[in-house]
Structure formats: C-alpha cells, structure tokens
C-alpha cells in the first residue's frame, strides 16, 4: 500500500526558507507532486518529481530521493502570503494521488 | 480556460438525504478524480475514469456511494442515505495523460 507522511506544522521567518519534508512508502511509484492549498480553497499544482536530485523552480524548489522514500519542498525568499498548507502526494498508476495530511506553513514577519 | 467546475459549492442535507455533487473537468482532460478531504484524515482518494470509462474505484465506500462520467464534460457523484460523517470536501480534478491533476474548488456537504 501508501503511506505519505509529512509534519503538521512548520513556522519560518519572512525573507528566510521553509523546507517541508515528505516520507513515503510505496507499491507504485511514478512519480511525487507537491500541491500548496489555502483556506477554502481547491490544492495548486506547484510541482512534479520523477527523478532523484534537485529541480529548482525560483521560489519553490524540490527534491526527490527514490531510494530514501524522501522528498522535501524547499520554500526561498519566504513572503508573509507564502502562509498556507503544503501537500506531498505520490502518483501511482493512471496518475492517481496518495496524499499526505499536509504540513501548514506559517510565515511571521 | 474556466479551470474544473463543481457544483454546489456547499450543500446542506438532512441525514438520511441523497446528495448529488457536479463536475465539470476541463475541456481535453481525460481523466477524471474524486478525493474527499477532511481535518482528520486529509484527502482521500475515491474513484477516477479514464475517458469516461471508470477505472479505479477502490476508494469509494461500497454501500451509498456512486459515480457516473455519462459523457466528457460531466461526471456526478452521488451519496444516498448520507449520515454525518459523510461531511466533508469534496474535490474533483481532471488531468491530461501523464500530467498532474488539476483541482476543483471543491463542494462542501454537511449532513445534520
């Protein structure tokens, strides 16, 4: 089966980083996304990983270790709107998701 | 492009009532999710289809719950008997092959 495990809570300092840590367990694996969803509102596709290493996207950044079961969201230059929830999520076959609970981010000034 | 529509937006049903939940994915999209997403158990998958065909739904409780994609631009689905921990967000995404799902708004339901 799947098990995506994320902390809960994470708070960082404005113009610092924040890095969310995601830890799975897998039967399937094709592939890991990163969703940043705010109150009230639908999950936003903010990243795709397949391949171990780094992808830098500017302001969010992600890395995947295939053999660690790891991946974590790195967050640069934190902005007060950065506060929301970051959600890890494994792709397994047909493109379905296994979410983990979400790790709520909360940037003070 | 209007991004995966969803209607209600929140819905309020008595227990015992049927509830049905809208989706309309974006337009080329082939494939189509339920999640559900609560406090404590974050979001869960349900049911998805693949060009309307259901293929996965491993996730939908077996007894009251059901959903249909009758053609591409509509998929429901439907709660009979709803009881009050079937209160929750109910998301719909749609994606294209090999690219990540794109959410809905979501439908809130509350059952009293």
């Known amino acids: 089966g799947q098990g995506v495990e994320q902390p809960d809570n994470l708070m960082s300092v404005e113009g610092t980083f924040a890095r969310v840590n995601c830890t799975y367990s897998?039967?399937?694996?094709?592939?890991l996304s990163w969703y940043q969803q705010r109150e009230g509102h639908a999950p936003v596709f903010l990243s795709y990983?397949?391949?171990?290493g780094l992808k830098d996207s500017g302001h969010f950044s992600t890395f995947l270790s295939r053999s660690n079961g790891y991946s974590y969201l790195l967050l640069t230059e934190l902005q007060i709107k950065d506060s929301a929830s970051y959600l890890c999520?494994?792709?397994?076959?047909?493109?379905?998701?296994?979410f983990g609970i979400g790790t709520r981010v909360l940037v003070r000034p | 492009n209007a991004g995966v529509i969803q209607t209600p937006r929140h819905k309020v049903t008595g227990k015992g009532q049927e509830a049905t939940l809208w989706c309309e994915p974006i337009?080329?999209?082939?494939?189509v999710f339920w999640y559900r997403q609560t406090i404590v158990q974050g979001l869960e998958f349900l049911t998805y289809?693949?060009?309307?065909?259901?293929?996965?739904d491993s996730g939908m409780p077996k007894e009251r719950f059901s959903a249909q994609m009758p053609n591409q631009s509509h998929s429901t689905l439907k709660i009979q008997s709803t009881q009050p921990q079937d209160s929750a967000v109910y998301l719909c995404?749609?994606?294209?092959?090999?690219?990540?799902?794109?959410f809905g708004e979501g439908t809130r339901l509350s059952v009293l």
């Open positions: 995404a749609s994606s294209l092959e090999n690219q990540a799902p794109l």
């Open positions: 289809f693949r060009n309307q065909a259901p293929i996965d």
């Open positions: 999520a494994v792709n397994s076959a047909g493109n379905k998701l296994t």
């Open positions: 990983v397949v391949l171990d």
């Open positions: 337009s080329g999209h082939s494939a």
């Open positions: 897998t039967s399937g694996f094709n592939g």
